[in-house]
C-alpha cells in the first residue's frame, strides 16, 4: 500500500511537472523521435519504450530511438480523473529514422481503457 501511495504521488508530480512537447523537433537522419500529445483531453506520459528486451529511457513527453519495432508503454492522464487514476496504455510500433511520432490517446467506451494510436512518421 506505501509503494502505491508514492507511485500516486510521483505520478502526481511527474504529471506536473510535465511541459508541452515541442513537436517542431527535427530527428536526425539516422533517429526518430516519439512525442506524447497533450490535449485539453488527455495527457500521455512516456513510462518505457522497448526493443527486444532493452528499455529505452524515455522523459515524460518525448523519447529519441533507432529505426524498428518498440513496445511501448504510457501513462494516459485524463483531464476529467485525477493523476491517480491515469490508465496505463501499452502499443507495439514500428518507427523509421528521420520522421517524429505523436502518440495519441482516447479513452475506451468503458472507460477503463487508453488505446493508443501514432500519427506522423512517413
Request: aromatic residues 4%; hydrophobic residues 45%; positive net charge.
Amino acid at each position: 500500500m506505501k509503494h502505491r501511495i508514492a507511485a500516486t504521488i510521483g505520478l502526481a508530480a511527474l504529471v506536473a511537472s510535465t511541459t508541452l512537447p515541442a513537436l517542431d523537433v527535427v530527428p536526425s537522419p539516422t533517429e526518430a523521435i516519439v512525442v506524447g500529445s497533450v490535449t485539453s483531453s488527455v495527457r500521455v506520459v512516456l513510462i518505457s519504450i522497448t526493443n527486444g528486451g532493452a528499455r529505452n529511457w524515455a522523459s515524460p513527453t518525448m523519447a529519441t530511438v533507432s529505426p524498428g519495432r518498440y513496445d511501448l508503454k504510457v501513462f494516459c492522464v485524463f483531464a476529467d480523473l485525477p493523476p491517480s487514476k491515469a490508465i496505463l496504455g501499452q502499443k507495439t510500433i514500428d518507427v523509421e529514422a528521420g520522421h517524429v511520432y505523436e502518440i495519441v490517446a482516447t479513452r475506451s467506451e468503458s472507460k477503463k481503457q487508453c488505446n493508443l494510436a501514432l500519427s506522423g512518421g512517413g
